[in-house]
């Protein structure tokens, strides 16, 4: 529809099928991703503009990049990111940036999958952008969206659950429905209703307050200032290779820089600081830098890493997403990542919710899908919080001669506890829902966790293991907008997959389940798919996990009532049965 700014309480219809509090990374992925499937949707959100000086993330993962892909933005975000993957992929740590100290101790190449070319493991690599430019990239795609409506200058202030008169939580004419209020700068406020209510409005959300949920954890002992700054010599006082982040080990101030953009303007974050204590920034940045180079301060944002996480969701109708639900420090920067994979779970839920082809357990899996990822995120990111730049600071790793030879070897044995920081594709790949109800498992065993070993399984839960095509098709730009039927081509002898399959597309129509059946296969080099899935078939959700796998297409007919939520039914004791799952749709 169209971007309000300044919006008045007036542009509010009363009656709303899904509200969005908050349009940070979250609530704009969210209201996107709804619209991809057909589902309106209004983001109330109050700042006008985006703050272009408060950077905060600039990790944009492969997989959320793969997501941004399939709403079409992956390109428009490379395309406006200032650092282009070309120009570095490597972190370095150092024991000073410029000459006479600038002395590399150990790097960590291609972080954060920043991999020029093509990329194996998603059909996008990782990007570094600053999250100002991702959410002006967004804002953007939602301005030219027919169906995503943001209004900025409105808060969400309240929320009242009530009218429900049915047993099932939100379906049906009796369904609940959340009232909120709304209100103005002015501090005037309209109640309106909606049917579900998405809270992405960030760390102090006001759903969350509003559905007495706290959140449960603590945070570091030691805070951190970041700082924004414009310095025309620095890039080249630097006498090291690029890199997108350099962490300084000197005798200075310890902490990280890296370039924001190839126009002299940088970002540094000063690690371990009393954030009580007031502070000179440009003295620190010197001190960092190791050089009395030109500097402009342009800000500064003293934080303080947080590990937190939200007991509950959310609940009949309304959910909690993003920063709202949970808090990570930015260490491997996987925070704002997070947040995306929250809002991509939980759009087709709700577009199915909306469309009547969801079952009953469909909204709560969201929870149980995606609580304990961020739980994991949370752990490994502190774990990560543990071993930062002052932690290894030592003034012997400038030293000339053997004793700073010694004390650089023994700096870059220790950095080794770095790696999963850098190199975290177990952690960004590798989570899985095989405890979901709406997944069937084939009784093979999940790859286990490692953050950064990134074992690709085809098993039920998993996310679909990533092949090219071709040179430059990927497995996932087959896929639908909802589920996929996924058959490799060599095992249908020469019978179309949609007739082969014919009972999967027949539940599906039963039921209004989106489903798309398509051969597909071998891959680029020739394996078949078959090969790559352990099986002749897999069923994709819509959000690219795997609902199922088999060969059967009685069981795979089944798979899919499960995977849209309904339940499981006792397996069938007759041994003729050909089908092992059976979904109870009513
Ligand atoms: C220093 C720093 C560095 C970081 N680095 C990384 C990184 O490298 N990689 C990474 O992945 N993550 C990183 N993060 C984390 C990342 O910034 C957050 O996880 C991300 O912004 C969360 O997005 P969100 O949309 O859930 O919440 P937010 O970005 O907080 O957005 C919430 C939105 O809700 C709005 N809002 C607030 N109250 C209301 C209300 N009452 N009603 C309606 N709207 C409301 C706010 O104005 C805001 O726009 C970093 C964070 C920090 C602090």
């Not at 609940?176 to 209510?197: F, H, K, N, Q, Y």
């Not at 012997?396 to 975290?424: I, N, P, T, W, Y």
């Not at 990533?466 to 060599?490: K, Q």
Request: with cysteine; charged share 20%.
């Amino acid at each position: 529809m169209t971007t309000i700014e300044n919006a008045s309480l007036e542009d509010l219809p009363e009656d709303i099928p899904v509200l969005v509090a908050g349009g940070g990374p979250s609530g704009l992925f969210l209201s996107l991703d709804l619209a991809r499937r057909g589902i309106p949707s209004i983001v109330i959100e109050p700042r006008t503009s985006v703050d272009s000086y408060r950077p905060r993330a600039k990790t944009t993962n492969a997989r959320t990049m793969t997501h941004l892909r399939r709403l079409g933005l992956a390109e428009t975000l490379r395309d406006a990111a200032p650092l282009p993957v070309s120009y570095a992929q490597d972190v370095i740590f150092c024991a000073g940036l410029t000459a006479g100290t600038g002395q590399e101790i150990t790097r960590f190449r291609q972080a954060f999958q920043l991999v020029p070319g093509r990329y194996e493991h998603q059909p996008e690599c990782g990007q570094q952008v600053p999250q100002p430019v991702m959410e002006s990239v967004l804002r953007d795609a939602v301005a030219g969206s027919p169906l995503a409506t943001l209004l900025t200058g409105l808060s969400v202030s309240d929320v009242e659950y009530g009218h429900r008169r049915s047993s099932r939580d939100i379906s049906g004419p009796d369904s609940p429905r959340a009232r909120v209020d709304v209100s103005d700068t002015t501090g005037r406020r309209r109640a309106v209703e909606c049917r579900i209510l998405a809270g992405a409005d960030g760390g102090s959300s006001a759903v969350r307050r509003s559905l007495g949920i706290r959140l449960d954890g603590g945070s570091a002992e030691l805070s951190n200032i970041s700082v924004l700054f414009r310095s025309r010599d620095l890039g080249d006082a630097i006498t090291l290779d690029p890199a997108v982040q350099y962490w300084v080990l000197g005798p200075g101030v310890a902490g990280m820089v890296g370039r924001m953009d190839l126009e002299g303007t940088w970002w540094a974050i000063i690690q371990g600081v009393d954030g009580r204590e007031s502070f000179d920034a440009s003295a620190l940045v010197r001190s960092l830098v190791g050089a009395e180079v030109d500097l402009e301060i342009l800000a500064t944002d003293p934080w303080t890493a947080r590990m937190l996480l939200a007991p509950s969701y959310g609940r009949d109708g309304c959910y909690l997403l993003g920063d709202a639900a949970h808090l990570n420090p930015p260490w491997g920067g996987h925070g704002f990542n997070t947040c995306i994979g929250d809002a991509a779970n939980l759009a087709w839920k709700i577009a199915a919710e909306l469309e009547g082809w969801g079952g009953p357990a469909l909204l709560g899996s969201y929870e149980l899908e995606r609580r304990p990822v961020a739980e994991r995120t949370i752990r490994d990111a502190a774990a990560n919080g543990q071993a930062l730049a002052y932690h290894f600071a030592d003034p012997a790793l400038r030293s000339d001669g053997a004793a700073g030879e010694a004390a650089r070897h023994q700096a870059k044995e220790s950095l080794a506890v770095k790696q999963s920081e850098f190199d975290s594709l177990g952690l960004v790949l590798g989570y899985e829902y095989s405890s979901s109800p709406l997944v069937v498992p084939d009784g093979s065993p999940v790859p286990a966790e490692d953050p950064i070993r990134y074992v690709p399984s085809a098993s039920a839960g998993a996310l679909l293991p990533h092949t090219w095509l071709d040179r430059s098709t990927s497995l996932y730009d087959i896929l639908g907008p909802g589920f996929t039927l996924l058959v490799d081509a060599g095992s249908l002898a020469g019978v179309a997959a949609q007739e082969a399959y014919e009972p999967v597309l027949a539940a599906a129509a039963r039921h209004g389940i989106p489903v798309t059946v398509a051969a597909v296969g071998p891959s680029d080099g020739g394996t078949a798919m078959a090969t790559h899935w352990q099986a002749d078939a897999v069923l994709v959700r819509p959000d690219q996990h795997i609902a199922w796998r088999g060969t059967d297409p009685a069981e795979a007919a089944a798979a899919i009532g499960v995977a849209a939520g309904w339940p499981l039914a006792a397996p069938s004791q007759d041994p003729d049965r050909s089908s092992r799952v059976r979904a109870v749709i009513p």
